[in-house]
C-alpha cells in the first residue's frame, strides 16, 4: 500500500479551550500495543533491516528478498536509490498492526505499506514465501515511485496527488501480481463495459489498483519497460500540475484519447472473447438472496436439513450473517443484526478464497471468527433466534478463519497461524483443548469434515497452486493428496453422501475459477460450470426429486452474489488417466539472489534520530462572531514511531497558545511530558450592549502524563504539574461613600502557582462514514485536583465532563446528542478566588448567542440534531460543495458560579424603569460594564413557566464542504426567558423583595450565523 503524503488534522480548537491543562487530547480509540519489541538492525547493502529476537529466524530470508527485488527494480527502472533503505518487518500481521510508524488503525486487509518521508517499507512476514516477495517487490516499488518522481524533497512529496491508480498499478505490474483473483475483477469490468478513461481514473477501490495493473501490462507489451520509464519521468515533470494528457502525448506519442482507445481495445482483445464462449451465472441456476445493485452476499453454508443457507452479507452497513431459504432465497432473519461492540468486524476471507461459515450439525448453531482488539475469537450464535452462545479466544493461534463444526458437534476445525506458519487446528467445545491437525512448513487452510467424521479434507499450497488433502482424523499422519497440476483448486466440501468432492478450481488456460466434482470412488473429475466472472463455496443442497442441487457464490457484475443450481451435464470431464500428476519433488520457492547474514552487520537500535513525520498541518476555523481561530501542528518522530514530538501552535483571536508534548508510545502504558503557555478569554457586554470586553486568563506550566488503555474502546488517563496562571475574577465588593453604600463588581487579576493533578475517563465507540460521526458514543470524565503552591487564589477542584452519542436513523441521517460540563470548586469565598472560569457560547455550543458569552465557574451546555443528506456534491470549475446536508438542533446551556451566583451578560438597555419595576443588574456606570449584584441562579422559572437563567434556542442549519473545510449557516431562534427585577424600594433604591418577569428586552427575532468549523 502507498502511504500518501498525509496531513493530520487533531480536532483541537475549540475542544482544548475548556479542557484541563493535564489532559492531552479529547477521547478517540486507542491503538494499543500489547506486544514490546526489542528492536534490532541489520545492514544489507542497501537496507536497514528492523527486526526482534523473535523473527530472527526469518531475517536472511527477508534480506534475500528484500535483496532480490532492489536488484529487479533498479534495472528495470534504470534507477539508484541515494539513500538507505529502512525495512521494519513484523512476525504476523496482528503484530504488524501495532507499529507506531502510522499512528492511524491499520486494517488487516492492508497488508503492508510504504511511506515517502523516510522511504520506510513496513510489512509482516506471515505468508508464503512467493507472495513475500511479491509484497516485498510491491512495496519496494513505491519506495523508487518516490525516488523517481519526488526527487527527495518532501516539499514535491506533500503538494503532489499522484493518481493511485499509477501508484498502486505500477506496484502491482512491478511484483507480476497476476493472481486469478484479480484477473477475475479485470475481466469483469471489461465485459461489462464498465472501463472509465484511466488517465481520469482516481478513486480508491479494488478496481482502481486493477485498472492500473492492467494499465501498465498494456504499457509493457506495446512499449516496453523502456515506455514503462519514459512516462514516469514525463509525469515527474508536470508532477505538481497533475497534468497526465502531456506525459501519455510525450512518451507514447499519441492523445489521451487515443491512448485510452488503443488500451480498451487490448483489454477487449484479451478478455471480450470469453463473452462469446463462457457463460453467465443465471445461465446455470436462479439467483437467490439480495439481488440489489452492489450487495454482495457470498460464503454460503447449509444447514444440515439442506432447506437453509447462511451467508455473509453487507446489505445492512456491516457485515452480516443473514438466513435466506435455500429453495427460493427468501430472507429468513439476520442472526447479527444492529451495531455491537462486541467485535468491530465479523472475519470475510472469502476474497482470497477460503470459507467463513460453519453450521453446526444439529442445526442451531452457526459459527464465524470475528475481529475484536488484537485477536480473532470464534463466535457461536443461536440460528434461530440470533443470540450469541459463546466467544471463544484461542491463544497461541493468530489469523484464524474458516471454521467447520465436526459432524457429531462436539468440537470445530479452522486453519490458524502459529509461529509464522498457517496449520489446521481443532478446538474441542468441551474441554477448551486446542490441537495440532497438520502441523509442518506448509500453508493450510479450509478445512471439512466428511459426513461420517472419519476424514478430513483441506487445501495445502504446494508451489504456487492450492491443492486438495485428506487426512485420516483419527491419524492425523495419514496424508493423501487428491488434486494435482497448475491449478488451485479451494474450498472443498463433502457431497452429502460423503462420495463427492465440490471445489472451485482455475483450471485451464484462462484460469477462471469454476466449480468442480471429484468422485472418490472413480477419481473422474468433473467441470460443472464454464463462467465468466468466477464460482466459488459449492455446498450441496439436500435434494427434493433426486436431482443434486448446488448452492455456490459468484462474481458477477462487480460483486459476489448467491446462487442456486441443478447439476446437468457437466461442461468437461476428466478422467484420472488424464489428469495432472504432481512432480516427485516438490521445489520450494527460492528468490533471485540468495544472501547469507553478516553477523558484524547486526546492532541494537538505541539511537533516536528525529524527523518531522507530516507536513505541518493547518487548521481555520471562524466563529459566528467572525472570531478567528487556528491550529497548526508539527510532529516529530523516531525511525520507528514509538517516539513522538506534538507541537501545536493555536490562536484564537489575538490569543496564541503553544502546546508541546513528548509521548513513549513503545509500550501499552504510555506516557510523557507536556509544556504549554495557554491563553483564554471570557466575554462580557455592556447592558445596553454598546460594546464588549474580553478578561483574559494565561496558564503557563510543565507536567507529566501516562494513559493506559482497557481495550480498543477505554482508557485512563492521568498527570501530574506544576502551572502559573493568571486570571481575572468578578469580585463584587461594598464601596462606602458621602451618598451611602454601594455593591458593585469589579474585575481583579489573580497571580498564583499552583500543583495540578488529573485523572480521566475516556471511552469511544463511535462509529464514521464518509459524512462524520455516524453511531455510537464518546466520553471523557475528568477530575482535577490542584492544591495552591503560592499566590493570591486558594485551592481548587474540578470536574469536567463530554457526553456524545449518535444513533442512526437511516443509511445517511442519524440523532446526534452532546452534553457537555465544566465546574470549579474551590475553597475561596464563592469559589471566587480560587477556581477556573469558563465561558462558552455561540459557535455550535449555543447557536443564536455571541461566540463565549455565557461565563461562570460552572458552565452546562447540551446539543440535540436531527442530521439528513440534502445533495452529495455540486460542481463548480473551480471546485466542489460536497456533502451538503441539513441539521434540525435543540441548544440549552447555562454559565454561573459558585453559591449559585450568576452574572448576567446582558439584560437589556439603559438604567430605566419598566412599569414601575427597577431592572436588577441593569447600571451602565458599573466598572466594566457588568452587574452591579450577582443574583442567585435560577435555571427555570416555574412562576411564569419559562427559562430564568438558562437560555436555549432552536433552528435549522446546513452544512458543507469546500475543500478541507467544513462551511456551516444556521438560523436560529431564542425560547423566551425571564430577568429579575426589584419591588418595593426605599428610598436608598434598596430593593425589599424581588420577581421574575418575562425579559421586556427578549429579542424574538430569527439569528442567522455562519461559522467554519467540523461538528461535533
Not at 505490474?173 to 479485470?186: F, G, Q, R, W, Y
Not at 462469446?276 to 445493485?293: C, S, V
Request: proline share 5%; net charge negative.
Amino acid at each position: 500500500m502507498h502511504a500518501r503524503a498525509r496531513r493530520l488534522f487533531v480536532p483541537i480548537l475549540l475542544g482544548l479551550l475548556i479542557l484541563p491543562a493535564g489532559q492531552a487530547l479529547p477521547f478517540g480509540k486507542n491503538k494499543i500495543n500489547y506486544n514490546s519489541f526489542d528492536w534490532q538492525i541489520y545492514k544489507s547493502p542497501h537496507f536497514d533491516v528492523y527486526y526482534y529476537p523473535a523473527e530472527e529466524g526469518r531475517l536472511e530470508q527477508v534480506v534475500s528478498y528484500a535483496e532480490s527485488a532492489y536488484v529487479k527494480l533498479s534495472q528495470a527502472f534504470d534507477h539508484e536509490i541515494k539513500v538507505r533503505i529502512p525495512l521494519v518487518f513484523y512476525k504476523t500481521h496482528g503484530e504488524f498492526e501495532q507499529t507506531n510508524i502510522l499512528l492511524e488503525f491499520i486494517p488487516e486487509y492492508v497488508g503492508a505499506f510504504a511511506e515517502p518521508f523516510e522511504n520506510r517499507v513496513v510489512l509482516p512476514v506471515d505468508r508464503p514465501p512467493d507472495l513475500l516477495y511479491e509484497l516485498i517487490t510491491h512495496e519496494l516499488t513505491h519506495v523508487f515511485e518516490y525516488s523517481i518522481l519526488y526527487e527527495g524533497s518532501l516539499g514535491r512529496a506533500l503538494r503532489s496527488n499522484t493518481p493511485l491508480w499509477l501508484m498502486e498499478g505500477l506496484a502491482e505490474h512491478m511484483a507480476d501480481a497476476k493472481s486469478p483473483l484479480n484477473e477475475m475483477v479485470i475481466r469483469d469490468a471489461v465485459v461489462h463495459n464498465i472501463i472509465p478513461p484511466i488517465h481520469k481514473v482516481n478513486v480508491q477501490s479494488f478496481l482502481t489498483y486493477r485498472f492500473g495493473q492492467a494499465a501498465f501490462d498494456f504499457i509493457s507489451e506495446k512499449y516496453g519497460q523502456e515506455g514503462i520509464r519514459n512516462f514516469l519521468w514525463e509525469y515527474r515533470k508536470v508532477l505538481l500540475g497533475n497534468n497526465l494528457d502531456k506525459p501519455i502525448k510525450e512518451a507514447f506519442g499519441v492523445e489521451p484519447d487515443e491512448f485510452d482507445r488503443e488500451f480498451r481495445r487490448w483489454l477487449e482483445k484479451k478478455y471480450l472473447g470469453l463473452y462469446l464462449e463462457n457463460k453467465e451465472p443465471e445461465d446455470y441456476g436462479k439467483q437467490i438472496g439480495f439481488k440489489k445493485e452492489g450487495i454482495h452476499t457470498f460464503s454460503p453454508t447449509l444447514s444440515p436439513s439442506g432447506d437453509l443457507v447462511a451467508s455473509l452479507t453487507n446489505r445492512y452497513e456491516d457485515l452480516d450473517v443473514v438466513i435466506f431459504s435455500a429453495k427460493d432465497g427468501e430472507k429468513i432473519r439476520n442472526i447479527t443484526k444492529g451495531y455491537t461492540n462486541k467485535y468491530q468486524y465479523i472475519v470475510a476471507a472469502a476474497f482470497d478464497g477460503k470459507n467463513d461459515l460453519s453450521w453446526s450439525p444439529e442445526g442451531d448453531r452457526i459459527a464465524f471468527f470475528a475481529r475484536r482488539e488484537n485477536e480473532r475469537i470464534l463466535f457461536v450464535y443461536d440460528a434461530l433466534k440470533g443470540k450469541l452462545l459463546k466467544k471463544i479466544s484461542i491463544p497461541g493461534v493468530d489469523v484464524e478463519e474458516s471454521p467447520a463444526f465436526s459432524p457429531d458437534g462436539k468440537s470445530i476445525l479452522f486453519s490458524g497461524n502459529a509461529g509464522g506458519v498457517v496449520d489446521i487446528f481443532r478446538y474441542d467445545f468441551e474441554t477448551g483443548k486446542v490441537s495440532h491437525v497438520t502441523q509442518d512448513d506448509f500453508y493450510d487452510s479450509n478445512p471439512a469434515w466428511s459426513p461420517d467424521g472419519k476424514s478430513i479434507i483441506f487445501n495445502r499450497r504446494i508451489d504456487q497452486y492450492e491443492k486438495i488433502f485428506m487426512v485420516d482424523a483419527s491419524d492425523p499422519g495419514r496424508l493423501t493428496q487428491l488434486t494435482f497440476g497448475e491449478s488451485s483448486d479451494i474450498e472443498p466440501s463433502f457431497s452429502r453422501d460423503g462420495k463427492t468432492l465440490y471445489y472451485s478450481s482455475d483450471l485451464g488456460k484462462d484460469r477462471i475459477f469454476n466449480i468442480y466434482s471429484l468422485s472418490l470412488t472413480d477419481g473422474e473429475i468433473r467441470q460443472c460450470t464454464n463462467l465468466i466472472g468466477a464460482a466459488f463455496n459449492p455446498q450441496e443442497v439436500a435434494s427434493q426429486d433426486g436431482k443434486t442441487t448446488l448452492a455456490f457464490t459468484a462474481y458477477d457484475k462487480g460483486a459476489f452474489h448467491l446462487f442456486r443450481m441443478e447439476l446437468g451435464d457437466p461442461v468437461a470431464v476428466i478422467k484420472p488417466g488424464e489428469q495432472s500428476q504432481e512432480p516427485p519433488e516438490i521445489e520450494a520457492f527460492e528468490p533471485p539472489l540468495k544472501l547469507t547474514l553478516d553477523e558484524k552487520e547486526k546492532s541494537q537500535y538505541s539511537k533516536l534520530k528525529w524527523h518531522a513525520e507530516s507536513s505541518p498541518s493547518v487548521l481555520v476555523g471562524v466563529a459566528n462572531d467572525g472570531t478567528v481561530l487556528t491550529n497548526a501542528q508539527i510532529i516529530l518522530s523516531d525511525l520507528l514511531g514509538d517516539h513522538r514530538i506534538f507541537m501545536n501552535f493555536q490562536s484564537v483571536s489575538t490569543f496564541s497558545n503553544i502546546d508541546i508534548q513528548y509521548w513513549n508510545l513503545k509500550h501499552r502504558w504510555q506516557y510523557g511530558y507536556r509544556g504549554l503557555d495557554f491563553r483564554n478569554f471570557y466575554t462580557l457586554g455592556t447592558s445596553a450592549g454598546a460594546f464588549r470586553l474580553r478578561q483574559a486568563t494565561r496558564t503557563t506550566g510543565l507536567s507529566a502524563q501516562a494513559s493506559y488503555p482497557f481495550s480498543l474502546y477505554y482508557r485512563v488517563e492521568g498527570s501530574a504539574g506544576v502551572y502559573e496562571r493568571s486570571l481575572n475574577r468578578p469580585i463584587t465588593q461594598l464601596i462606602n461613600t458621602s451618598s451611602g453604600a454601594f455593591i458593585v463588581t469589579d474585575f481583579v487579576t489573580f497571580k498564583e502557582n499552583l500543583a495540578y493533578f488529573t485523572g480521566t475517563l475516556s471511552g469511544d465507540t463511535v462509529r464514521f462514514k464518509e459524512f462524520g460521526p455516524y453511531q455510537g458514543h464518546g466520553f471523557d470524565f475528568t477530575v482535577a485536583y490542584a492544591p495552591l503552591v503560592q499566590g493570591d487564589g486558594k485551592p481548587f477542584i474540578e470536574y469536567y465532563s463530554d457526553f456524545r452519542t449518535y444513533g442512526r436513523l437511516t443509511k445517511r441521517s442519524l440523532f446526534a446528542w452532546r452534553f457537555n460540563s465544566a465546574v470549579s470548586n474551590s475553597s475561596g469565598f464563592a469559589g471566587l478566588d480560587g477556581s477556573t472560569i469558563f465561558s462558552f457560547g455561540g459557535y455550535n455550543q449555543l447557536r443564536g448567542y455571541d461566540f463565549r458569552e455565557f461565563f461562570g465557574n460552572r458552565i452546562a451546555y447540551s446539543n440535540l440534531e436531527l442530521r439528513f443528506p440534502l445533495i452529495d456534491e455540486i460542481r463548480f470549475p473551480f471546485g466542489a460543495i460536497r456533502m451538503l446536508r441539513g441539521f434540525l438542533f435543540l441548544d440549552v446551556g447555562a454559565g454561573w458560579f459558585q453559591g449559585s451566583r450568576f452574572y448576567d451578560p446582558k439584560t437589556g438597555g439603559a438604567d430605566v424603569n419598566f412599569q414601575g419595576l427597577q431592572l436588577l443588574q441593569d447600571d451602565p456606570s458599573a466598572p466594566n460594564g457588568v452587574a452591579i449584584i450577582p443574583r442567585s441562579f435560577e435555571c427555570w422559572d416555574s412562576g411564569n413557566s419559562m427559562l430564568g437563567d438558562c437560555r436555549a434556542s432552536y433552528g435549522l442549519g446546513f452544512a458543507w464542504y469546500l475543500g478541507p473545510f467544513e462551511l456551516t449557516w444556521t438560523w436560529a431562534k431564542r425560547l423566551q426567558n425571564s430577568i429579575v427585577v426589584a419591588v418595593d424600594t426605599d428610598a436608598n433604591g434598596i430593593a425589599n423583595s424581588y420577581i421574575r418577569i418575562p425579559d421586556p428586552f427578549f429579542d424574538s427575532s430569527v439569528q442567522t450565523s455562519f461559522y467554519i468549523g467540523r461538528s461535533f
